[in-house]
Nanobody, 124 residues
Framework: QVQLVESGGELVQAGGSLRLSCAAS????????MGWFRQAPGKEREFVAA????????SYADSVKDRFTISRDNAKNTVYLQMNSLKPEDTAVYYC?????????????????WGQGTQVTVSS
């Protein structure tokens, strides 16, 4: 098990940038594939991005490709989500998640460790 704590969410204007962080506890962080998901009011949780334990492979939702970048620092037990060119439709609670699945999977059901979420609000 790994405990996850997200931070970095705030109110930002459209076109702006934010960097979310997810700090993980435990010595085995480097063995987990990490993912970011988001959930907007009245909508289901959706996949945003994922990164393999080694950082060598990443996966993105089409809606964020070329705007968001996921990265990780295993020495700091932290995964990041750099979000550029933000749009109002990016407004959501963003969740960090961890899985032992080797590949950067997009299915929420594959992840069994979740953080509490951080709110991102993009104003138009």
């Amino acid at each position: 098990q790994v405990q996850l704590v997200e931070s970095g969410g705030e109110l930002v204007q459209a076109g702006g940038s934010l960097r979310l962080s997810c700090a993980a506890s435990g010595r085995t962080f480097s063995t987990y594939t990490m993912g970011w998901f988001r959930q907007a009011p009245g909508k289901e949780r959706e996949f945003v991005a994922a990164i393999k334990w080694s950082g060598g492979r990443t996966s993105y939702a089409d809606s964020v490709k070329d705007r968001f970048t996921i990265s990780r620092d295993n020495a700091k037990n932290t995964v990041y989500l750099q979000m550029n060119s933000l749009k109002p439709e990016d407004t959501a609670v963003y969740y960090c998640a961890a899985t032992k699945v080797v590949a950067p999977v997009q299915f929420a059901s594959a992840y069994n460790n979740w953080g509490q979420g951080t709110q991102v609000t993009v104003s138009s």
